[in-house]
């Protein structure tokens, strides 16, 4: 059975860094894609970006190239977003899903960051 | 990028009805097209991929249609447990680019 687990709530301040994970089980983590996605309160889903595990083939989109990294450790099958410092507006729920046609879920990590 | 144009953003409906929600897409994307579905507190959950391939386990009454620029979900029956947002997704090129979502409500 295919699982993306989420790492849990994180509440932070403005400035701080952060990295939340999403470890895969059930299929072969490296030669699937895996992406982010994100939901801001009340708003809709916002794609962010996708890696492919094996060589670490990296797409971004452009609102949000230079403003988070997406990273893997086929080690642990287990894919990143991190922020070199958080602001207000990534306050949101953030989804990562498997397929370059997303069609597994992780169940969210709500990011929530205030001064 | 490619953009994606859902409509209408919401809409009221009753039990047994037939809703169509439409995709367009800024550029011509071939049959590249999922939708989804999401309700509150949930992560979204893939209906129909490729413009009109159901996903495994996805009652018959949800159907996908269209290529190109064009798209449509139809619900041929809504049922109690479709009232939720939709979203189209398009998967031609990177990035990847969602509709801005529809609401389906209760009338």
């Known amino acids: 059975e295919v699982q993306l687990v989420q790492s849990g709530v994180e509440v932070k301040k403005t400035g701080e860094s952060l990295k939340i994970s999403c470890k895969a089980s059930?299929?072969?983590?490296?030669?699937?894609?895996i992406g982010w996605v994100r939901q801001m309160p009340g708003k809709g889903l916002e794609w962010m970006g996708i890696i492919y595990p094996s060589d670490s083939d990296t797409r971004y989109s452009s609102s949000f190239q230079g403003q988070v990294t997406i990273s893997a450790d086929k080690s642990i099958s287990t894919a990143y977003l991190q922020w070199s410092s958080l602001k207000a507006s990534d306050t949101a729920m953030y989804y990562c899903a498997r397929g370059a046609v997303p069609e597994y879920w992780g169940q969210g990590t709500l990011v929530t960051v205030s001064s | 990028d490619i953009q994606m144009t859902q409509s209408p953003s919401s809409l009221s409906a009753s039990v047994g009805d037939r809703v169509t929600i439409t995709c367009r897409a800024s550029?011509?994307?071939?049959?590249?097209l999922s939708w989804y579905q999401q309700k509150a507190g949930k992560a979204p959950k893939r209906l129909i991929y490729?413009?009109?391939s159901l996903q495994s386990g996805v009652p018959s009454r949800f159907s996908g249609s269209g290529s190109g620029t064009e798209f449509t979900l139809t619900i041929s029956s809504l049922q109690p447990e479709d009232f939720a947002t939709y979203y189209c997704l398009q998967h031609n090129i990177y990035p990847r680019t969602f509709g801005q979502g529809t609401k389906v409500e209760i009338k």
């Open positions: 490729a413009a009109s």
């Open positions: 550029q011509g994307i071939r049959k590249d």
């Open positions: 059930g299929y072969t983590f490296s030669t699937n894609w």
